[in-house]
């Protein structure tokens, strides 16, 4: 990123060049709204160069059939990241606004990502038989051809590396339009790839844009064969409409409300410390925030108790401090919103910690609902609020669990060691854990059920959403 004084410019870097754009935006930080820098601000214009970038690319060179090349620039990608994770780290937090422990996991959590695809990379999936004599089926799994990516600023580093790894691992050629809430994390991104030598130009091209012209261009456009899009499922719904037309393949990972089922028998030691943790982690702006806590009658009481103090407790400042136990959300009108949303829960439900709001630094809230289908039950609040429910039964708990049109995780704490499977199997979500929560793991996939998504990232299935499978039928000659 050049730098103009002090301050750095972020540029999109798109066909091998770096480009900018006669709209510039400003990148603050969330905590104190201090300037760090500016980025080139894109839209359509540069949608359309990247895509006809990355169609090029595809079409004319070897990248598709070159297994050994993609596993390299996938390494290489891995050996700049680690170079430069601590600037990163650095960065997110400060332009992102998460504590520095959440950015050092983000960061770091992506290098054996990237070196998990390297290796898929040069992993065939296809089969062979004869299926008559002289008759031999076989089928390949071929590279999509261009796939688009649209990235999230909750965790913009490691949530494209879970999208465009498996492209390239795959042999796809990649447009990645990042958010513009991290412009400036964005251009370290670019830097390393544009510092990989085994990607060639059009490859992977990236943009920034604040607004939404470059998106539907992706989304649209024919020469985009797969979309991968993570957030809102209410934005997921309007991309799966807009790409009707083209009939490319979606992949896309969207809203949660994460049910945390607490049984009699749990441990509480265990289980307070990662609730806590599940409401505040990245100030709540996850899409696997434990955002729904399930409590048997038994230990309600107690748990409510210690819950309450817990995150009474946390200390929320700015992400760079190190005294900081939750950051700031990633702006203020976000923080507004919640505490919006908030107050509108106070008329039907009760609210036992409610967060003090200093501009985008907002504290976690818990509120005690009983009503399953209250609106601060039922839609994602994206933010550090939890509620506090309590069911009587397995059964209760189960039906309450499935009562929202999400379904991406939930997780069960219990000492039984039948009731994971009995309950978990009963869940309708894509990831069940037991005595923990947010674990996710390269070589497994994940998705939703529901309304949480369509498709699965990570593992072999993550791979296969930006491949096609090719049938070949050759007879032989008689002898």
Known sequence: MPKSETLPHARHYIDGQWQDSSSRGESRSPATNGLLGTFADGG????????????????????????????????????????????????????????????????????????????????????????????????????????AVIVPWNSPVILSARSFAPALAAGCTVVMKMPAQTGLVNGVLSEIIADTPSLDPGVFNVFTESGNAGAPELVSSPDVDVLSYTGSTAVGRVIMEQAAP???????????????LVFDDADLDAVVPVLTKAVT???????????????????????????????????????????????????????????????????YATVLVRGKRDRALLGPTLIEVADVTSPIVQREVFGPVATFEVFDSEADAVARANATEFGLAASIWTRDVDRPLRVGRELRAGTV???????????????????SGVGRLNGLRGIEEFQETKHLVHVAPQL
């Open 44 to 147: 359509a214009r540069e949608a359309r160069a990247a895509v006809a970038a990355a169609r090029r690319a595809f079409d004319s060179t070897a990248w598709s059939r070159d297994r050994h090349r993609r596993a390299a620039a996938l390494h290489e990608l891995a050996d700049r990241l680690e170079q430069r994770k601590d600037e990163l780290i650095t960065l997110l937090a400060r332009e992102n606004g998460k504590v520095l422990s959440e950015a050092a996991i983000e960061v770091e959590g992506t290098i054996p990502k990237l070196r998990y695809h390297a290796a898929l990379a040069l992993t065939d999936h296809g089969r062979a038989g004869e299926v008559r004599p002289g008759m031999y089926s076989m089928t390949l799994r071929e590279a999509a051809g261009v796939a």
């Open 433 to 451: 854990w037991t005595n923990t929560w947010a674990m996710v793991h390269d070589q497994f996939e994940e998705g939703g059920f529901k309304q």
């Open 281 to 347: 982690m990245f100030a709540g702006q996850f899409c696997m925030t434990g955002s729904r806590i399930l409590v048997q009658r038994g230990v309600a009481d107690e748990l409510r108790r210690r819950l309450v103090a817990a995150l009474e407790a946390v200390r929320v400042g700015p992400g760079d401090d190190p005294a900081s136990e939750m950051g700031a959300m990633i702006d203020e009108g976000n923080a507004q919103r919640v505490e919006q949303t908030v107050a509108a829960a106070a008329d």
């Open 246 to 260: 083209t009939l490319k393949t979606l992949s896309m990972e969207l809203g949660g409300k994460t049910p945390m």
